[in-house]
């Protein structure tokens, strides 16, 4: 057991316009399952990637261990397996690789198949598997679940309980619950550890708020009540010390002495008062900085003139050389918010391009309502490039309600100005969501709409949902997203 050490850590990318970190001191257990969360543009992967010393800063950051960034990247995938994990670790064990492939219920088979024909859910775990193999290093696991179906997540939370020493980067909530044993949390003003799982945090989180917001409110009384009392006595103070040139109503001389003391007596308590405010204007200066705003989302989706909007009776897709579903039933009506579920690969986004007109090869009944409007939210954010300003144009959408979404969604205005390529992919995927709810569509469907957004946004989002009721189907694998939202589950 050793500890990785941070100390005054700054940084900031070439000509950024503000610090992501600054000052930053905190200190790791190599032996932690350290869950990492944060909401997106924070910085998560950027500190992932000034552990491994990719980035100049300044401040210290020691350790006695090697660290290892999950995902590996892979130069050669069409060489075999086997040869990819002896190119990560030349000095592993057979043994050993057999036993963590065992543990993650791979086959063997897959070490003797270009690597580029696993699934993504193979290269996943083969990837963990080999890099928990080398001595002596920390594990750095960037959102590992992405693209993983509700399965294959299980495995990988089992596995990654079962192991020490790592940092997880995941949104998935019932995932880090599962397998981390402390938080390490990115807030507005910096990096904070707790020991528990993510619902305790989460717990913890809401606790603190709750009391900050509390004591905020009865500082801003506190500090009206006292500027009342202080100008009251300040007041009272000057309309005395008037009174030392002036007489008594019987007409002898006033005593100067006095009403100076009395005045100055008056004077002082003021000065007190203005203190005691100050004090508190103080006190109230340091809460509500990592208060976590989540603004309520709308959505306003067009009535279709028919009940049912989709009918899909024992339809089956088939690309000639692989049959990837076969007799699908189901019908959308307005109001169903219908989860599509299954194993990577059994068709799910086949279903979805056919619905939303693509020209996908299926037998069967397949019937859509004339003129239904339909809003799609893809997986892929890879090809997204250019302002917002010229995005909304592009897409027809309403520029600042488009704008005012990606607010709620914590955006900053800094990002107004920065070229959608460069976000992160959190933030590429809430361009994405932000458009599909400016939309004046009669359906949504989004395909895997949370992978990378984080999970105070995953939170407005189900709020949204739940809130509006508006028609959807969707793809997701975050288990209690679907738990909370899903009205009927499609399972293929």
Same mark, same amino acid.
Not at 1 to 28: C, H, P, R, W
Not at 217 to 244: G, M
Not at 362 to 374: A, E, N, V, W
């Given at each position: 057991?050793?500890?990785?050490?941070?100390?005054?850590?700054?940084?900031?990318?070439?000509?950024?316009?503000?610090?992501?970190?600054?000052?930053?001191?905190?200190?790791?257990?190599?032996?932690?399952?350290?869950?990492?969360?944060?909401?997106n543009?924070?910085?998560?992967?950027?500190?992932?990637?000034?552990?491994?010393?990719?980035?100049?800063?300044?401040?210290?950051?020691?350790?006695?261990?090697?660290?290892?960034?999950?995902p590996?990247?892979?130069?050669?995938?069409?060489?075999?397996?086997?040869?990819?994990?002896?190119?990560?670790?030349?000095?592993?064990?057979?043994?050993?690789?057999?036993?963590?492939?065992?543990?993650?219920?791979?086959?063997?088979?897959?070490?003797?198949?270009?690597f580029?024909?696993? *699934?993504?859910?193979?290269?996943? +775990?083969?990837?963990?598997?080999?890099?928990? $193999?080398? #001595? =002596?290093?920390? /594990?750095?696991? !960037?959102?590992?679940?992405?693209?993983?179906?509700?399965?294959?997540?299980?495995?990988?939370?089992?596995?990654?309980?079962?192991?020490?020493?790592?940092?997880l980067?995941?949104?998935?909530?019932?995932?880090?619950?599962?397998?981390?044993?402390?938080?390490?949390?990115?807030?507005?003003?910096?990096?904070?550890?707790?020991?528990?799982?993510? *619902?305790?945090?989460?717990?913890? +989180?809401?606790?603190?708020?709750?009391?900050? $917001?509390? #004591? =905020?409110?009865? /500082?801003?009384? !506190?500090?009206?009540?006292?500027?009342?009392?202080?100008?009251?006595?300040?007041?009272?103070?000057?309309?005395?010390?008037?009174?030392?040139?002036?007489?008594?109503?019987?007409?002898?001389?006033?005593?100067k002495?006095?009403?100076?003391?009395?005045?100055?007596?008056?004077?002082?308590?003021?000065?007190?008062?203005?203190?005691?405010?100050? *004090?508190?204007?103080?006190?109230?200066?340091?809460?509500?900085h990592n208060?976590?705003?989540? #603004?309520?989302?709308?959505?306003?989706?067009?009535?279709?003139?028919?009940?049912?909007?989709?009918?899909?009776?024992?339809?089956?897709?088939d690309?000639?050389?692989k049959?990837?579903?076969?007799?699908?039933?189901?019908?959308?009506?307005?109001?169903?918010?219908?989860?599509?579920?299954?194993?990577?690969?059994?068709?799910?986004?086949?279903?979805?391009?056919?619905?939303?007109?693509?020209?996908?090869?299926?037998?069967g009944?397949?019937?859509?309502?004339?003129?239904?409007?339909?809003?799609?939210?893809?997986?892929?954010?890879?090809?997204?490039?250019?302002?917002?300003?010229?995005?909304?144009?592009?897409?027809?959408?309403?520029?600042?309600?488009?704008?005012?979404?990606?607010?709620?969604?914590?955006?900053?205005?800094?990002?107004?100005?920065?070229?959608?390529?460069?976000?992160?992919?959190?933030?590429?995927?809430?361009?994405?969501?932000?458009?599909?709810?400016?939309?004046?569509?009669?359906?949504?469907?989004?395909?895997?709409?949370?992978?990378?957004?984080?999970?105070?946004?995953?939170?407005q989002?189900?709020?949204?949902?739940?809130?509006?009721?508006p028609?959807?189907?969707?793809?997701?694998?975050?288990?209690?997203?679907?738990?909370?939202?899903?009205?009927?589950?499609?399972?293929?």
């Amino acid at each position: 057991m050793s500890t990785i050490k941070v100390t005054n850590l700054t940084f900031a990318y070439d000509g950024s316009y503000d610090n992501i970190f600054e000052n930053v001191n905190f200190q790791i257990d190599t032996d932690w399952k350290l869950g990492f969360t944060g909401r997106n543009g924070r910085g998560k992967t950027t500190f992932l990637k000034l552990l491994l010393g990719e980035y100049e800063y300044s401040g210290t950051i020691s350790a006695k261990v090697g660290f290892e960034y999950f995902p590996f990247q892979v130069e050669h995938k069409e060489n075999l397996t086997l040869d990819i994990i002896e190119e990560m670790v030349p000095d592993y064990q057979l043994w050993e690789l057999m036993r963590e492939l065992s543990l993650l219920q791979v086959s063997e088979d897959v070490l003797y198949r270009p690597f580029e024909s696993l *699934s993504n859910g193979e290269q996943t +775990k083969v990837l963990l598997a080999a890099l928990f $193999l080398k #001595e =002596n290093s920390f /594990l750095l696991i !960037d959102e590992p679940t992405n693209h993983l179906d509700l399965h294959a997540r299980r495995i990988v939370s089992h596995y990654l309980k079962s192991k020490s020493g790592f940092i997880l980067v995941s949104h998935d909530r019932s995932f880090l619950d599962h397998c981390v044993d402390h938080v390490l949390s990115i807030n507005k003003t910096g990096i904070e550890i707790q020991q528990g799982n993510f *619902s305790d945090w989460w717990e913890n +989180k809401q606790r603190q708020d709750h009391f900050e $917001l509390a #004591e =905020n409110e009865k /500082l801003k009384k !506190d500090i009206k009540r006292l500027s009342d009392a202080a100008q009251r006595t300040s007041n009272w103070s000057h309309e005395v010390e008037k009174t030392k040139n002036g007489t008594r109503n019987s007409g002898s001389k006033v005593d100067k002495g006095y009403i100076g003391h009395k005045a100055a007596k008056m004077m002082k308590r003021s000065k007190s008062i203005e203190q005691r405010q100050q *004090s508190a204007i103080e006190d109230r200066s340091k809460l509500l900085h990592n208060i976590e705003t989540s #603004e309520a989302l709308k959505i306003s989706q067009l009535a279709f003139h028919k009940h049912q909007l989709v009918e899909l009776d024992h339809v089956s897709i088939d690309y000639g050389e692989k049959e990837v579903c076969r007799d699908i039933s189901f019908t959308i009506e307005q109001g169903d918010r219908i989860a599509l579920s299954g194993k990577n690969g059994s068709g799910k986004s086949s279903i979805i391009k056919l619905i939303c007109g693509q020209n996908i090869p299926y037998t069967g009944t397949f019937r859509k309502g004339s003129q239904l409007k339909i809003s799609y939210v893809s997986q892929d954010t890879s090809q997204l490039q250019g302002n917002l300003t010229d995005y909304a144009k592009e897409h027809g959408i309403d520029e600042s309600l488009f704008k005012s979404i990606l607010r709620k969604l914590d955006f900053s205005r800094i990002q107004f100005e920065k070229d959608i390529s460069a976000y992160s992919g959190g933030q590429k995927k809430k361009v994405l969501i932000a458009r599909s709810l400016c939309e004046n569509v009669h359906l949504h469907i989004w395909d895997e709409p949370l992978n990378f957004i984080d999970i105070m946004s995953r939170m407005q989002i189900e709020e949204l949902l739940l809130e509006y009721s508006p028609t959807i189907l969707f793809v997701e694998h975050d288990r209690e997203f679907c738990q909370n939202i899903a009205t009927k589950v499609i399972e293929l």
